[in-house]
């Protein structure tokens, strides 16, 4: 991997100018596909597609964060990763919401707009996560936005499936599915952050004190 490798323990909490880079390109694409996904969620009246938007607004916010905070020590680094944390829980309990508020209602939503903007989105995402592949293994802070691209490209990859339901069953149920999942994904990938950086900053806290 060269001098860009940060996947080894050595490199742990290194900011390299193609991580920085990398981050600024990613911040890009998840604003401009926040605007796309809230639009044609709204049309379609896809709760998949709506939680996919808030999903990259959130990204977008985090991508910032960590730039914000790539110069500074790791403490503030794991801070950053607990708020990113907790960000990425919310998002899963209004995804869980939002799914049964549609579900209560009844709501079809509409399949090709579904299939063709998670498409367009898992390209923007794709291309995210193999950029920031390998930062995976960094600080709480790297491995949140590691773990972010990656559940939104799954998350994509889901969305289409749904479309392809929605499309085949003429029912709100596959769309809906999908929303669940991509709130147990949010949940699952908020837990793992949010102890490895309370982790971080327990070690911190006792190397300070010693």
């Not at 289409?160 to 699952?188: E, H, K, N, R, T």
């Amino acid at each position: 991997m060269g001098d860009s490798c940060c996947a080894s323990n050595s490199c742990q909490g290194k900011v390299t100018p193609r991580y920085r880079r990398a981050l600024w390109i990613a911040l890009v694409i998840n604003a401009v596909m926040f605007v796309v996904e809230l639009g044609a969620g709204w049309n379609a009246g896809s709760v998949s597609l709506l939680a996919d938007a808030a999903d990259f607004l959130g990204d977008a916010a985090n991508y910032g964060v960590s730039l914000l905070v790539l110069s500074m020590a790791l403490v503030w680094r794991s801070r950053a990763a607990l708020v990113k944390g907790a960000t990425m829980g919310i998002y899963g309990v209004f995804v869980l919401a939002q799914a049964a508020w549609n579900g209560f209602n009844g709501i079809v939503p509409e399949a090709y707009t579904m299939g063709v903007v998670g498409a367009l989105a898992l390209a923007a995402n794709v291309s995210v996560a193999v950029m920031l592949y390998a930062f995976r293994d960094g600080d709480a802070n790297m491995r949140s936005v590691w773990l972010c691209s990656r559940n939104d490209a799954i998350g994509n990859i889901a969305v289409i499936l749904a479309a392809g339901g929605v499309f085949g069953l003429g029912a709100a149920w596959p769309d809906l599915l999908v929303a669940v999942i991509m709130a147990g994904l949010g949940l699952s990938a908020a837990r793992s952050v949010i102890t490895q950086a309370r982790a971080e900053l327990k070690e911190i806290a006792h190397v300070a004190h010693a």
